[in-house]
Nanobody, 126 residues
Framework: VQLQASGGGLVQAGSSVRLSCAASGRPLSNYVMGWFRQTPGKEREFVAAISRRGTSSYHADYLEGRFAISKDNAENTVYLQMNNLKPKDTAVYYC????????????????????WGKGTQVTVSS
């Protein structure tokens, strides 16, 4: 599967942005999907994940409910709605697919993911 993330940019604190991850080559219903983010010098960190059918999801605790992952299997696209953005959310955001996991039970380590899209930069100014 090939993944293409988009939707990033420069925004002001308090704004909302929706990232998209469009897939091609395989249906996303075959994968648990995740969003991760990374800043320079730091390890890639888990943001959110969603199950194969899109019926269950999990978000990192540090987000305090500001972000929401969703999945449209008909459109073969995963989304990350980011609300009330803060400067600390500035990072490169990546979408990724896990072909092995059958059940989503919690956060996912980035090393478990099998396919990655190129990241999209989100910069939040204060």
């Amino acid at each position: 599967v090939q993944l293409q993330a988009s939707g990033g940019g420069l925004v002001q604190a308090g704004s909302s942005v929706r990232l998209s991850c469009a897939a091609s080559g395989r249906p996303l219903s075959n994968y648990v999907m995740g969003w991760f983010r990374q800043t320079p010098g730091k390890e890639r960190e888990f943001v959110a994940a969603i199950s194969r059918r899109g019926t269950s999801s999990y978000h990192a605790d540090y987000l305090e409910g500001r972000f929401a992952i969703s999945k449209d299997n008909a459109e073969n696209t995963v989304y990350l709605q980011m609300n009330n953005l803060k400067p600390k959310d500035t990072a490169v955001y990546y979408c990724a697919a896990d072909r092995k996991r059958q059940v989503l039970a919690g956060p996912i380590d980035y090393t478990d993911m099998d396919y990655w899209g190129k990241g999209t930069q989100v910069t939040v100014s204060s």
